[in-house]
């Protein structure tokens, strides 16, 4: 029943969505005289800018679903803690990506260009720093007492995408380090979930919870390392991509003039420790559930290794992008976003 429910909000939401965006479209177009060009689009912005606002406001209010973003965030908790781990992974990485860029190609072309001097109730910084304060409060102050793994997961990934919208807020200089945050924050997200997917199948039985994960470093503690490298990115711990992601588009918005908001970030991701940790001390430092009594209890235990192939994979790139900037040489991302 919850996942029917869990469901039914993620069709409904997302075809009240679909046809938010076709109707932003659609105004933008016909403002324009037919042009779908956005640089056609823009110039006819200012001319007719009662209509020009609510198309944006309907796109944006698209995009923002298809993100998980606060107000429109409600479908995601319920919908990642229900379906099969492989699928919540897929829906919290790779449709964000997507969107994120979306709103970049959208807004830096039309609304960016625009909004500042001829339409202030356009203003891309307060759009998307409204959204991004509401997501950074709302996904960690309710991911801190949640108690199943993937429900967890779903509210950080509220929170971090957030962090993502402030680099959207500081608006098109910030892009590379966007696109780079959103990147990771993929990467990390779709390690952590299919760990879900690996302790369903190493033991039978798991009703999900984080409790449920204690002793996963002993039993398996490749895994259990993997997982906490992924945990520690979402954090933003240093050495971890998460941590330049954060960087450089906090740096971003330091420059901008948005030090509120960065603030605001930092606070959260020091937060977010509260339930990133919680997985890290069960699966670390609690004992793990007691063995069952009979052979038949566990003969048919197995263990999945191609969801534990993708977790050393995330875990690996992950740490790889977090150290290279430091020793190898290899990547200078300081000269790649524009600091040098």
């Not at 890290?280 to 969801?307: H, N, Q, W």
């Not at 020793?327 to 040098?340: C, Q, W």
């Amino acid at each position: 029943p919850a996942a029917a429910e869990a469901a039914m909000k993620y069709v409904i939401q997302g075809a009240v969505a679909t046809g938010l965006y076709l109707a932003g479209l659609a105004i933008h177009v016909g403002v324009t005289g037919g042009g779908s060009d956005l640089g056609r689009v823009a110039a006819g912005m200012p001319e007719f800018a009662l209509a020009s606002t609510a198309a944006t406001v309907f796109l944006l209010a698209a995009f923002a679903f298809k993100l998980g973003a606060v107000p429109f965030h409600s479908w995601a908790p319920d919908a990642l803690e229900t379906a099969p781990p492989s699928g919540s992974a897929f829906m919290a990485s790779a449709p964000k990506i997507a969107a994120v860029l979306g709103l970049i190609i959208l807004f830096s072309l039309t609304v960016e260009q625009v909004a500042i001097k001829t339409l202030p109730t356009l203003n891309h910084v307060i759009l998307f720093a409204t959204l991004a304060v509401g997501s950074i409060l709302l996904g960690n102050l309710a991911g801190l007492p949640q108690t199943s793994y993937q429900r967890m997961l779903a509210y950080s990934g509220i929170a971090q995408v957030g962090y993502v919208l402030i680099g959207l807020a500081t608006g098109s200089g910030a892009i590379p380090a966007t696109m780079f945050l959103v990147s990771v924050y993929g990467l990390a997200a779709l390690g952590a979930f299919l760990a879900a997917q690996f302790v369903h199948a190493a033991r039978l039985g798991w009703d999900g919870s984080i409790a449920g994960m204690a002793g996963l470093g002993r039993e398996h503690p490749v895994v259990a390392i993997a997982l906490a490298i992924l945990l520690l990115s979402l954090t933003g711990i240093p050495l971890t991509a998460g941590f330049w992601g954060k960087l450089y588009v906090f740096n971003f918005a330091v420059r901008a003039g948005l030090e509120w908001l960065v603030l605001l970030g930092v606070l959260g991701s020091v937060v977010s420790f509260g339930y990133y940790g919680a997985v890290l001390r069960s699966i670390f430092f609690d004992a793990p559930p007691a063995k069952r009594g009979t052979e038949s209890d566990t003969e048919d235990v197995t263990l999945d290794r191609a969801a534990a192939g993708v977790v050393l994979v995330c875990a690996s790139v992950v740490l790889a992008l977090g150290i290279m900037p430091l020793f190898l040489g290899l990547f200078d991302p300081l000269t790649y976003f524009g600091y040098k």
